[in-house]
């Protein structure tokens, strides 16, 4: 064991960690969308995968995502309906819904998320806009030391958006889904 990596606790590699994707996030350029354009009501479907995949299959998702105005900042709320195992004439269905909402941050076309500063309570997360997509990313330390990080990418294309999300766990992929999905309202 090195001397530097006797000091590298979770906390600490949770902050390097952050650090260094502001770091090596791409600057905000002139062509980067307002938040704004991405306010509205997105519905579509998608699939997920993991590295059980070529065995088990892939699970098929209905998405409903809502962007908009709240307070300073602004909101995202979305929905996932999963549809997987059970019976195939009958399969399991669970539904889950989140929101978070998010103020303006340190940079043009970074956000923090309200209530979501601490990676060991609750997870934390920030959102930035790139060109034509809004990343919301949530990082969490594990009860045993490890960390979660979630990344949603919303790229806005013709008359909807794709989604992309990446789940990571301990530097390794666990689940991606990616969908499509058609804006149906403000």
Known sequence: ??????????????ALLIATSWMNAPAATAQSL??????????????????????????????????????????????????GGGDPNNPDIRRRTQRMDFTPGPAANVFNAVG????????????????????VHVMQITAAGGYVIQTYN???????????????ANGEPQREVDARLVKVGN
């Not at 064991?1 to 949770?14: D, Q, V």
């Not at 930035?128 to 809004?134: E, F, I």
């Open 1 to 14: 064991m090195t001397r530097i990596s006797r000091f590298l606790t979770p906390a600490l590699l949770a």
């Open 34 to 83: 307002p938040v704004n354009a991405f306010y509205g009501h997105y519905q579509g479907s998608g699939v997920a995968e993991n590295s059980d995949s070529l065995y088990f299959g892939v699970t098929v998702r209905d998405l409903d995502v809502k962007i908009g105005a709240e307070g300073t900042g602004f909101y995202v709320e979305w929905t996932s309906v999963i549809r």
């Open 154 to 168: 919303r790229t806005l294309e013709g008359t909807g958006m794709r989604l992309k999300f990446i789940n990571i």
């Open 116 to 135: 979501r500063q601490d990676p060991r309570a609750g997870g934390l997360a920030w959102a930035q806009v790139h060109d034509q997509t809004l990343s």
